[in-house]
Each structure stands twice: as structure tokens, then as C-alpha cells.
């Protein structure tokens, strides 16, 4: 039987689409958009990251990657200070979207936007319509009415967040879509290892486990090869 939150022949036939043209040519916003993953980023952000969403590494430039972990690491600091709140993202809705159970992900999430002062809706499948057969687009459709600004989203279908980006109208950041790709994680795991060794050139670096399956893996190679 079809898996939950893509139940359609389409919506399996957009997936598998999708990834290919994203490889091909990653997404990215027009110039006169702005860019930016989210509205409201400082100007040097925007001119250093010109992509809408963040889907994955792969098609990332190592100047963007190092832009990235420098903004992360301004943020060290801000969140071991008695006050952590920022007005950055103020007046944004940010909506998690967790297809997969997780907890130190989504809590991740969710503090971060708290942090940087979004709306934060931390959207429940368990029992949705999306539970009920609603396909991909169906919910792409019901969050475009929405209107948020940021969606961050997990699915258990690699392809999955690649069709929602193309279908929503907000931007879209990949917490870890089937075995494909977990951006945040791989840029997360960049800057302790550069926040410990200083760099992260030059390194001779082990990842164990299952590299086949497992979407870490897959986006700490590209990251550490890009």
C-alpha cells in the first residue's frame, strides 16, 4: 500500500521528477527577489545565500556553506545568555511539519524559531487529514492558505520536501527527507567540528554506520567534499 502523505501514482511520479531536476539545477530566487532563506535576513546573508529553501547540500557552493556556519556561530554565544529572545524573525509564522516521530529535531526547530521571534505552529499528523489519504499537494494547497513564512518539514519519503517546496509558496527547509539528504544536520555537525578543529580542510574524517541509508551520512560527505 501507498505511504502516508504520499498516497498518489502523482505524487510518486513528482517525487522521482523532482529530485532529478533538483540536481540538475538547485533552486533558487530571482535576483530581484532578494533572496534569503527566510524575510528579514541581514542584506550580507542575502547576497551570500541566494536560494529560497534549503533542500539539501548537494548544489550548495562552499561560500555559502561557510556564510551559513559563520551566521550559526554568531548565535553560539546568544543562546548561553540569560537572554536568548531576538526580534529577527518577527512578525513570521514558522510551521513545523513532522511526517516522522522526532523529538530533539523538531524541539530544535521550534526553539530556534521562538529565539529569533517567529509564530511558531508545530502542525500534528497524527490524526490529520494527511492521516485520512490527503496527498502532498492537497496539503501543499492547505498551507498555501496558511500563508506562512518559513516551513520546516521531515518526511520518511526521500523526494517528499522537494515536492512540497515546488507547490508552496513559502520558503521550505529539509529536516531529513526519506535517505535522501538532512542539511541541517550536516551544517550542524560542520560547525562543531570547525568550532573543535578550527577548520575543516585538511581533515581526515570518519563516518560510521549505515552509509547506504542514512541521509547524515549522505549530506556530511557532500558537505566535507564540497
Wanted: aromatic letters at 4%; one cysteine or more; a positive charge.
Amino acid at each position: 500500500g501507498a505511504r502516508d502523505g504520499l498516497r498518489s501514482r502523482a505524487d510518486r511520479t513528482a517525487v522521482t521528477g523532482n529530485i532529478a531536476k533538483y540536481r540538475r539545477e538547485p533552486p533558487r530566487l530571482p535576483a530581484s527577489a532578494g533572496g534569503g532563506i527566510t524575510p528579514g535576513m541581514s542584506t550580507a546573508f542575502d547576497l551570500s545565500f541566494r536560494h529560497r529553501h534549503l533542500l539539501g547540500i548537494e548544489g550548495l557552493q562552499p561560500y555559502e556553506i561557510g556564510h551559513v556556519l559563520d551566521l550559526a556561530d554568531s548565535y553560539v554565544e546568544l543562546n548561553r545568555q540569560p537572554s536568548k529572545k531576538r526580534d529577527l524573525l518577527g512578525g513570521l509564522t514558522q510551521i513545523n511539519l513532522f511526517f516522522e516521530v522526532s523529538t530533539r529535531t523538531l524541539t530544535s526547530f521550534e526553539l530556534a524559531g521562538k529565539r529569533l521571534g517567529a509564530d511558531v505552529v508545530n502542525m500534528a499528523v497524527q490524526g490529520s487529514s494527511i492521516k485520512k489519504g490527503e496527498t502532498l499537494i492537497d496539503t501543499a494547497m492547505t498551507l498555501n492558505a496558511m500563508q506562512p513564512d518559513v516551513l520546516v518539514v521531515r518526511h520518511q519519503e526521500s523526494g517528499a520536501v522537494q515536492l512540497l517546496a515546488r507547490h508552496v509558496r513559502c520558503a521550505v527547509i529539509n529536516a531529513g527527507d526519506g535517505s535522501h539528504e538532512h542539511p541541517t544536520q550536516a551544517l550542524l555537525d560542520a560547525l562543531t567540528i570547525r568550532r573543535r578543529k578550527g577548520r575543516l580542510e585538511g581533515l581526515t574524517v570518519a563516518i560510521c554506520g549505515d552509509l547506504r541509508h542514512s541521509r547524515v551520512a549522505r549530506s556530511n560527505i557532500l558537505l566535507l567534499l564540497a
